[in-house]
């Protein structure tokens, strides 16, 4: 069946430091991707989206490119701040079926 | 426009009690459903009402019941609790669980323990 499998963390950077995310999924359609983050205490956020191959999603300086030929797609940020720190789920949905990566969770130190 | 709204936010159970999480939304949602997140595990399915008056088993079903009450409600029981159940629930729902562009929002989540 369809997954997704994400960087397992916890991965901790310094303020400003680049951000990278690895995700990769395994569909037989054609899935929209998509990348959730979760606050401490609250539940998940919608921060980015493609719909279909090349589609680069983007939101509060993430980005992510819907790659179909390596199956991926990897979320980004050029600077990140302490206020980035929280847990991050890439997910796929096709045909209905929402499926989720186990979450990588980003400390962000000052 | 509150968006999703569960209750409780924090319960503790006794092996063998029961309960039931409520799960509301004011977004006209035709889909709703329930998760549960474990430590590792990201969020799996329990289960989902792809519209009002349908209800059907996720990836996690057993030791729970839905119902689907009307279009805006959608609650979680359990009917013995086990310390298995100890884990943080999540109701979202969906303009259209089928769609191609299936957006899930969801609630902000209830931690139970069970003891």
């Known amino acids: 069946g369809d997954s997704v499998t994400q960087m397992e963390g916890p991965v901790t950077l310094s303020e400003e430091a680049f951000l990278t995310i690895n995700c990769t999924y395994t569909a037989t359609g054609y899935p929209s991707l998509f990348w959730y983050v979760q606050y401490p205490g609250e539940g998940l956020q919608l921060l980015l989206k493609?719909?279909?191959?090349?589609d680069k999603g983007s939101n509060k300086g993430f980005e992510a490119t819907y790659r179909k030929e390596t199956t991926s797609f990897h979320l980004e940020k050029g600077s990140v701040q302490v206020s980035d720190s929280a847990v991050y789920f890439c997910a796929l949905s096709d045909r209905g079926d929402m499926r989720f990566g186990a979450g990588t969770r980003l400390t962000v130190k000052p | 426009n509150a968006g999703v709204t569960q209750t409780p936010k924090f319960q503790v159970l006794k092996t063998g009690q029961s309960m039931t999480l409520q799960c509301a939304q004011d977004m006209n949602h035709n889909s709703m459903y329930w998760y549960r997140q474990d430590p590792g595990m990201g969020l799996r399915l329990i289960y989902y009402s792809a519209s009002e008056g349908t209800t059907d088993k996720g990836e996690v079903p057993n030791g729970y019941n839905v119902s689907r009450l009307n279009k805006r409600e959608f609650s979680l029981r359990l009917e013995s609790a086990a310390p298995s159940q100890t884990s943080v629930y999540f109701c979202?729902?969906?303009?259209?669980?089928?769609?191609?562009?299936?957006?899930?929002?969801f609630g902000p989540g209830t931690r139970l323990t069970v003891l």
């Open positions: 493609a719909t279909k191959a090349d």
């Open positions: 979202a729902s969906s303009a259209n669980r089928y769609s191609s562009y299936n957006e899930q929002f």
